[in-house]
């Protein structure tokens, strides 16, 4: 099952030695991981930019009034689950 792996190894290894060798090897074999293509973005208008802006800033503000509500309510329960216990 794990023969795949050893053969893989072994040559990695091996091109490794190979590559200590001679430097000029490296810049052959060696690839890049990471490509060199430009990233596109769409492109938005001011309006739509400003839309985009307002409704996730409001989307923000109900998360964190339903984080706050959740958390009073929390420590309220626990408030009184401990008055009620002692």
């Known amino acids: 099952m794990g023969i795949g792996f050893v ?3 072994l040559n990695n290894a091996k091109r490794n030695r190979d590559n200590l060798k001679n430097k000029s090897n490296f810049i052959k074999t060696h690839k ?3 490509s060199n293509s430009q ?10 930019l400003d839309q985009f802006r307002s409704e996730f800033l409001s989307k923000q503000k109900k998360r964190r009034r339903k984080d706050i509500f959740l958390f009073v309510s929390i420590i309220v329960s626990l408030v009184a689950l401990i008055w009620m216990i002692s």
């Open 7 to 9: 053969r893989d190894a």
């Open 39 to 48: 990233l596109e973005f769409k492109k938005a208008s001011k309006e739509e």
């Open 32 to 34: 890049p991981k990471v």
